[in-house]
C-alpha cells in the first residue's frame, strides 16, 4: 500500500531579480514519510526563516518544489487533476496561525462551517448539515448550542481556532497541517486547542504534521521531530530523545533558550552558547557554521545525516564516528 505522504527529496528555491540572479533556498533536499494506517503527529521545528511555512504550503499543494516529488497516497500532487485533486483538497486540511484571520465578522459561525459543507456537496439537506455541524463541534470540545448564530467578535481566541480545527474535522481529512495553531492563543487555552489536536489523531485517525518554533508544545504533542534549521534539517527522531537529549548545536541552543518546569534542567544551564556573528551565513557547507561554537574545518563541506541511536540523527560533524543514514531513509527512525 503506499504512503500517505512522502516528501521526496524536496528542495524549493526563491529566485529574485529580473534575470533570477540571486536565489534563496528556502527548503533544501528534505525527505520523509506518513503511513497511511498509521495516524501520527510529526513536528516540523524551527525559527523563523527555518523553512517551516514553505513546507506548509509546498504540502498544501499551494507552490510547487523546485526539485524533489511530493506524493499523496501514492500520487505526485502537482499532477492531480480532477476526482483525484477534489480528494486531495478535502483530504489535506490546514489550520493556521492567526485564528481571526479566517473569519468575516459579518457572518456567524454557521455560514464559515456550511461553505465547505456545500463545497464539497456533504450534506443532502439542511437537518444533515446541521448534524454534521454539531458533530463537528463537539467533537473538537465546543457546544454546538453555545457557538452556533454567534458572531466572531462574540468568541474567545481559543474558541476560534477550535472553530477553525470543527470546520477542518468537518471534511473528514486524513491529514492535517496545523502551521502554528497556537502561537497566537492565550497561554490558558493552548492547552485545550493541543488536546483537540491529538483528539482528532487519536479517535478521528487525522495524521497532524504540526509546525511550530515553540519546543514546549512539540514535546507534549508530537511523537517524532524534526528540527530545521535555514532550509535544512539539523536534527530528527523520537521527540522524548531529541528533545531531553539534544545532539546538535542548533537543537542544544533553542532547547537552552526555553525556561523547562520538568526536565530536571535549569534554564540557561547548558554551557553552549551560540557565536555572536552572523553576517557570513554561508550556503555551502553547514548552515549552521557561522553561529556554531564547535565550527572545525570539515564544516566547509554540508555534514550528512549521522544515526546516532536507533531512533535519532544529527547533521553535524561531531558526531562522524556515527554511521551516515541516506536523507531518503529518515522516517524509519521517526516513531508513529
Ligand atoms: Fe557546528 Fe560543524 Fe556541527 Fe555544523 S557540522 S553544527 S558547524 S560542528
Known amino acids: ?55 506548509a504550503m509546498l504540502l ?64 443532502k439537506s439542511k ?17 454546538p448550542e453555545d457557538t452556533l448564530g454567534r458572531f466572531p467578535h462574540q468568541l474567545s ?36 486547542i493541543l488536546e ?13 504534521i504540526y509546525i511550530t518554533h515553540d519546543l514546549t508544545t512539540a514535546f507534549h504533542i508530537a511523537k517524532s521531530i524534526i528540527v530545521l534549521y535555514r532550509g535544512q534539517v539539523m536534527e530528527a527522531g523520537d521527540v522524548d530523545a531529541v528533545i531531553k537529549a539534544p545532539q546538535h548545536p542548533y537543537t542544544r541552543l533553542l532547547i537552552d533558550s526555553i525556561p523547562w518546569p520538568d526536565l530536571n534542567r535549569r534554564w540557561g544551564e547548558s554551557e553552549l552558547k551560540a557565536r555572536e556573528s552572523e553576517s557570513s551565513e554561508t550556503n555551502t557547507g553547514c548552515r549552521f557554521s557561522s553561529r556554531c561554537p564547535y565550527v572545525m574545518d570539515v564544516c566547509q563541506q554540508q555534514p550528512p545525516l549521522f544515526q546516532i541511536a536507533e531512533r535519532q540523527a544529527a547533521s553535524c560533524y561531531l558526531h562522524a564516528s556515527h554511521p551516515i543514514i541516506e536523507a531518503e531513509r529518515l522516517s524509519e527512525l521517526l516513531p508513529v
Do not use: C, W
Not at 29 to 53: C, F, Q, R, W, Y
Not at 109 to 117: E, R
Not at 158 to 187: C, F, H, T
Open 196 to 208: 483537540t489536536l491529538r483528539n482528532l489523531q487519536r479517535n478521528h485517525g487525522v495524521s497532524i
Open 60 to 123: 498544501l499543494g499551494f507552490i510547487e518544489p523546485t526539485k524533489g516529488q511530493i506524493f499523496y497516497k501514492g500520487q505526485d500532487i502537482s499532477k492531480l487533476s480532477g476526482g483525484d485533486r477534489i480528494a486531495f483538497r478535502r483530504e489535506v486540511q490546514a489550520v493556521f496561525q492567526d485564528p481571526f484571520a479566517v473569519f468575516n465578522p459579518f457572518y456567524t459561525v454557521d455560514h464559515l462551517l456550511s461553505v465547505p459543507i456545500e463545497r464539497f456537496k456533504l450534506a
Open 1 to 55: 500500500m503506499a504512503d500517505l505522504l512522502e516528501l521526496r527529496n524536496v528542495s524549493k528555491v526563491y529566485s529574485r531579480g529580473v534575470l533570477q540572479k540571486s536565489s534563496t533556498t528556502a527548503l533544501s533536499d528534505v525527505s520523509l514519510t506518513l503511513a497511511e494506517n498509521e495516524p501520527t503527529i510529526m513536528t516540523v521545528a524551527g525559527e523563523s526563516g527555518s523553512g517551516k511555512t514553505t513546507l
Open 157 to 192: 481566541g481559543g474558541q476560534r481556532q477550535r472553530i477553525n480545527v470543527a470546520r477542518a474535522l468537518l471534511l473528514k481529512p486524513r491529514l492535517l497541517i496545523a502551521d502554528e495553531p497556537v502561537s497566537m492563543v492565550d497561554a490558558s487555552l493552548r492547552a485545550n
Open 127 to 143: 437537518r444533515e448539515a446541521r448534524a454534521k455541524m454539531d458533530d463537528a463541534l463537539t467533537a473538537v470540545g465546543l457546544r
